[in-house]
């Protein structure tokens, strides 16, 4: 019995793992940069790259390229546009992201730039400027800021009524009472005859 379910398993495996790949390939690839950190300490510049990294991840939005492929390619300067060119050509990413983040006082600017990779031009640039940071309004402001550019997830067009399981359903069971009781009155002997006539009473 084991045997049976693990052939079971294994054979359709493949199926699931190549189902996954797909979804996985039919998701724009997006290289992300090692962040540019202003005033800010390497941990916590480090600290605010990985929860950018799993912010994106939990979109599944983009096959993500992180910072560690990215990183050497780069180096320490800012990208621009022909360093996004020739990042994009080595990696196979059609769009880069840049993640500014700056440290002023208590407060904390955080950027973000869209690159188109092809042309090397500039998509869009989101901002937030945090008076009080912690994680959970960090991840918040984050969360604000791929919601500017990050596809929405395609919405199930509604289907006409005609088209709804209930329907069918309801139509399929009055044509099979009706071909039962079609049925049950053609076998059905007559019976006796009635005991009286009625006859209307005369004008």
């Known amino acids: ?31 992300l ?40 390619l780069v180096g320490e300067r800012a990208c621009e546009s022909r360093c996004a060119q020739r990042v994009g050509r080595r990696l196979g990413a ?41 994680n959970a309004r960090t991840a918040a402001a984050l969360d604000r800021m791929i919601h500017g550019f990050a596809p929405r997830p395609r919405r199930r067009a509604r289907r006409p009524w005609y088209g709804r399981w209930w329907v069918w359903t309801a139509v399929a069971g009055a044509v099979a009472a009706g071909a039962i009781t079609a049925v049950v009155l053609a076998t059905r002997d007559g019976g006796p005859a009635p005991d009286y006539v009625f006859r209307p009473p005369a004008p």
Do not use: Y
């Open 1 to 31: 019995m084991a045997r049976l379910r693990l052939a079971a398993l294994l054979s359709i495996a493949p199926a699931l793992l190549s189902s996954a790949a797909l979804a996985r390939s039919s998701r724009p690839k997006l290289a």
């Open 33 to 72: 940069l090692p962040v540019e950190a202003v005033n800010l300490a390497p941990g916590a510049a480090r600290a605010l790259g990985a929860l950018l990294e799993r912010r994106l991840a939990a979109t599944r939005a983009f096959t993500l390229i992180g910072p560690r492929q990215t990183g050497p």
């Open 94 to 134: 059609a769009r880069l992201l840049r993640f500014e983040a700056a440290r002023l006082g208590a407060t904390r600017v955080l950027r973000l730039t869209l690159i188109e990779t092809r042309r090397g031009a500039r998509v869009g640039s989101w901002q937030e400027v945090l008076a009080h940071s912690d």
